[in-house]
């Protein structure tokens, strides 16, 4: 998921009938029932789901962007087929997603409205640019190691059909995790050029890793209710912590040095330390202040408009074949 | 190399999948709907697919070390033998549709006389690659219907497109000395002799779609032998950069 855990309040409980049914459907949440799309469910949890379910899809295709920026550029045919296989199956995750939304009662099309007009998010990360192919190479390690971290809790979440859509999800995002983490390794292994390359992605991207997982847990004011539903398992920093105790030994394996003095092993704890991240650069790009947060936008606004003469010919052409059908 | 004809035969077929396969793979993030941008990347993939299991084979008859991403990679324009009408650029989507159906018209009926090519490791591409052919051929004809009877604007535009690739087109039928080595040898078919069935098709499709068939028969060729058009070039740029940067870098 690419959701930084921006977790929503629910709407303040106005009679004593919805506290009876409340109740009853925290008993099923309680009892790990899973909450189908024709079940009852508060208006607060609907509302939550679809921000946090439309938030998860707009990143799985706002980040093709970055990514789909190198396949024409990519180095082999091997990497090119494996790149084109990764960002066709990021599509197909928004697609589960989008339909997963649907199920809450809203349409694909208000959606894309959505992310077009700005109301909604997707991941702040993908408003970081891809400069060289080493940043596929982070990308598929440590933004994909990241977004299994945040998943794999939500394949248990209690709505049906986000938690199924998860599952299929978790597959692809760890084989991504492990083809990004190949490619660093191959530069890595590499000449000079490929190790300053790869270093110099990581240390662009490592922090921006790190800030995916949301506000800090004592800034983070919602989690407590989507714990309490199941739409969340974990907070924030928990999160976190175990997203930088698996990547920092990967780093070391990979002869990579983390971008952070203050990173390193702590026997007290049984983690690794690491410092402060920088919450006025997160504050900033989730502001629309990334350094591609316009293009990103702009690239979906102009495939959106360039294609609108193609669904018109196919909205038109359908119609007339539905009239001639009837005559 | 023991095996000239052969060589040069198999370089036109990866050729051909590579230069299709890396337009396919611009259209990532400029679809105009989720479904199409999975639909382009996917025949991206069999392209590249394709490509990788020609240029590999064509590698070893060439027996000089060099392997697939040497081919694809470190070879100027001058030695790419893809026909003129795979280079061309997206354009539009009814562009990039009207290419993809002319081309795959003519692809399923090549493929299909691979399929009994004297040359068992051409006859086992062949047939895969008509299985996806078949399915991008349908893919494209569907939206050469759609588009041509569509709406005014579309139609216009997919009438354009025709008119614009159409002088591209002659090319895929025209034989020269290694196809007529590829005929003797029992290797692939005469080019010539799938004309009709791709003419009777072209046609049927045209007019459902209510487009006109253009009537210049102009045709260009030349990139079976490696004279292409401009756009090869920039093509060739941006699809290199990074072996051409880093010479002898593994990835
Ligand atoms: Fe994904
Ligand atoms: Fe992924």
Known sequence: ?327 | MNDPQRFEYVVRLGDNALVLGQRLGEWIGNGPELEEEMAMGNFALDYIGQARLFLSYAAELEGAGRDEDQLAFLRDQIDFRNVLLLEQPNGDFGQTIARQFFFESYYVLFLEALTASSDKRLAEVAARGLKESAYHLRHATQWMVRLGDGTEESHQRIQQSVDELWRFTGEMFSGDEIDRWAVDNGVGPDPATLRPAWDTRVNEVLQTATLTRPDNDWMHTGGKQGRHTEHLGYLLTEMQFLQRAYPGAAW
């Open chain 1, 1 to 327: 998921m690419y959701t930084q855990g921006l977790d929503q309040q629910g709407d303040s409980l106005k009679s004593v009938d919805e506290a009876t049914r409340l109740a009853a459907f925290q008993k099923r949440i309680d009892a790990e029932d899973k909450i189908e799309p024709r079940d009852w469910m508060p208006e607060a949890y609907r509302k939550t789901l679809i921000r946090q379910i439309s938030q998860h899809a707009h990143s799985e295709i706002v980040g093709m962007l970055p990514e789909g920026n190198w396949i024409t550029r990519a180095p082999s045919l091997r990497r090119k087929a494996i790149l084109l296989a990764k960002v066709q199956d990021e599509a197909g995750h928004g697609l589960y997603l989008y339909s997963a939304c649907e199920t809450l009662g809203i349409s694909r099309d208000e959606l894309i409205d959505q992310l077009l007009t700005g109301k909604a998010k997707y991941s702040s990360i993908f408003n970081y640019p891809t400069l060289t192919w080493a940043d596929i190479g982070a990308i598929g390690w440590l933004v994909d190691g990241a977004a299994i971290m945040n998943q794999i809790p939500l394949c248990r979440c209690s709505y049906g059909p986000y938690a199924r859509a998860m599952v299929r999800v978790c597959k692809e995002e760890s084989f991504h995790q492990r083809q990004g983490f190949e490619i660093m390794l191959a530069l890595s292994r590499g000449n000079d050029e490929q190790k300053r390359m790869a270093q110099d992605a990581l240390n662009r991207w490592w922090w921006p890793s790190l800030m995916m997982f949301g506000p800090s847990d004592k800034d983070s004011k919602h989690s407590a209710q989507s714990m309490a539903w199941k739409i969340k398992r974990f907070t924030n920093d928990e999160l976190r912590q175990k997203f930088v105790d698996v990547t920092v030994p990967q780093a070391h394996f990979l002869g990579l040095e983390i971008p952070d003095a203050d990173c390193q092993w702590n026997d007290d704890t049984g983690h690794w330390d690491f410092g402060e991240i920088d919450w006025t650069e997160f504050k900033e790009v989730l502001a629309g202040n990334g350094p591609c947060n316009r293009e990103r936008l702009q690239a979906r606004q102009d495939a959106h408009d360039n294609g609108a003469w193609v669904r018109e010919a196919a909205r038109a052409y359908a119609e007339k074949q539905a009239r001639r059908n009837a005559a």
